[in-house]
């Protein structure tokens, strides 16, 4: 069963405009979230990541939000851009336990 | 040269046949993990170990097997390949003094292997 869940399998985005990515968990021992970015051919790259002490972590045009309450985060990129075309892995873990448990992914494509 | 090389990059295979994936890291990171990854699935650990002494079962190690080499190396076997174990699989690398939030995991490009 899948501890962490990302529902929207693809998400398609003007140039330009904000992209929204959402993911939701279901273990209340995670502490740690990550987000990682993955293009064709290459391995997962670390992108922005935020402990459960903070509701909110920017770092350029990405921000990543966690609303423990509701054992969901979410992750802005404003503005998108054609690079930021890839697949967008969330990713958590326990402060205990350096594992990751990882979401399924969701593709973002930037139109021009 | 990449920080987490993996080998083969490609690779297909015969049902039945015994495989291994190798991997190796210039990072100097203790920790060494194998993932794969299956469409709408993400990624799902296999094995992972927090020094060459220490291997743990990830959870999906069924028909899997792995071997830490040395601090820099560790292999995944298949030892009888099923068509169900058609996927990418990722090796990655932690710092143990690092916590996961920092800079998170360091993966290769992946291995595709096809089983048929």
């Known amino acids: 069963d899948q501890q962490v869940k990302q529902n929207s399998p693809s998400l398609s985005v003007q140039e330009g405009r904000i992209s929204i990515l959402n993911c939701d968990y279901t273990?209340?021992?995670?502490?740690?979230f990550l987000w990682y970015k993955k293009y064709p051919a290459e391995g997962p790259t670390f992108l922005i990541s935020?402990?459960?002490?903070?509701d909110k972590n920017e770092d350029g045009r990405f921000t990543v939000f966690l609303n423990k309450s509701a054992k969901h985060l979410s992750l802005h990129i404003v503005p998108s851009q054609p690079g930021d075309s890839a697949v967008y892995f969330c990713?958590?873990?326990?402060?205990?336990?350096?594992?990751?448990?990882f979401g399924a992914g969701t593709t973002v494509t930037v139109r021009a | 040269d990449a920080d987490v090389t993996q080998t083969p990059r490609n690779r297909i295979t015969k049902t039945g046949k015994r495989i291994m994936l190798e991997c190796s890291q210039t990072?100097?990171?203790?920790?060494m993990y194998w993932y794969r990854q299956d469409p709408g699935l993400g990624l799902r650990l296999i094995y992972y170990?927090?020094?060459?002494?220490?291997?743990n079962k990830g959870e999906i190690s069924d028909g899997y097997s792995v071997s830490r080499q040395a601090q820099a190396k560790f292999s995944l076997s298949l030892e009888s390949a099923i068509p169900n174990q058609t996927a990418l699989y990722f090796c990655?690398?932690?710092?143990?003094?690092?916590?996961?939030?920092?800079?998170?995991?360091?993966f290769g490009s992946g291995t595709r292997l096809t089983v048929v």
């Open positions: 990655a690398t932690s710092d143990a003094s690092t916590p996961p939030l920092n800079y998170g995991y360091t």
């Open positions: 273990n209340s021992m995670f502490d740690y």
């Open positions: 935020i402990s459960s002490i903070k």
């Open positions: 990713a958590a873990s326990p402060s205990n336990d350096y594992k990751l448990s």
């Open positions: 990072k100097g990171h203790d920790r």
């Open positions: 170990s927090f020094d060459v002494k220490d291997i």
